[in-house]
Nanobody, 126 residues
Framework: QVQLVESGGGLVQAGDSLRLSCAAS????????MGWFRQAPEKEREFVAA????????NYADSVKSRFTISRDNAKNTVYVQMNSLKTEDTAVYYC???????????????????WGQGTQVTVSS
């Protein structure tokens, strides 16, 4: 079993930056593809970014490309997403997720991720 705990959310103004962290515990997750998703009120959960176990591959949703950067520190079992130039439309609950062992593709579909954190709220005001 893998446990994921997000932190770093908060209330910021448009144009500000924020870094979210996801601490993993339980079974070793260094081999897992990790991802970030978000869900705004009354909207479906959407893909934000994903990163391979070695950090050699990453991809992003078009809406955050060039503004967000996903990274990981396997020694600390922690995944990060650096969010710059935040917009009001980035307001959402942000979730960290991990694919299961053997899931090596950086897929965007939420159903492909086995483990989920409880989420951290990010609110961007104008």
């Amino acid at each position: 079993q893998v446990q994921l705990v997000e932190s770093g959310g908060g209330l910021v103004q448009a144009g500000d930056s924020l870094r979210l962290s996801c601490a993993a515990s339980g079974r070793i997750v260094s081999s897992h593809v990790m991802g970030w998703f978000r869900q705004a009120p009354e909207k479906e959960r959407e893909f934000v970014a994903a990163i391979s176990w070695s950090s050699s591959r990453s991809n992003y949703a078009d809406s955050v490309k060039s503004r967000f950067t996903i990274s990981r520190d396997n020694a600390k079992n922690t995944v990060y997403v650096q969010m710059n130039s935040l917009k009001t439309e980035d307001t959402a609950v942000y979730y960290c997720a991990a694919r299961g062992v053997g899931g090596t593709e950086l897929v965007h579909q939420a159903w492909a991720y086995v483990y989920w954190g409880q989420g951290t709220q990010v609110t961007v005001s104008s």
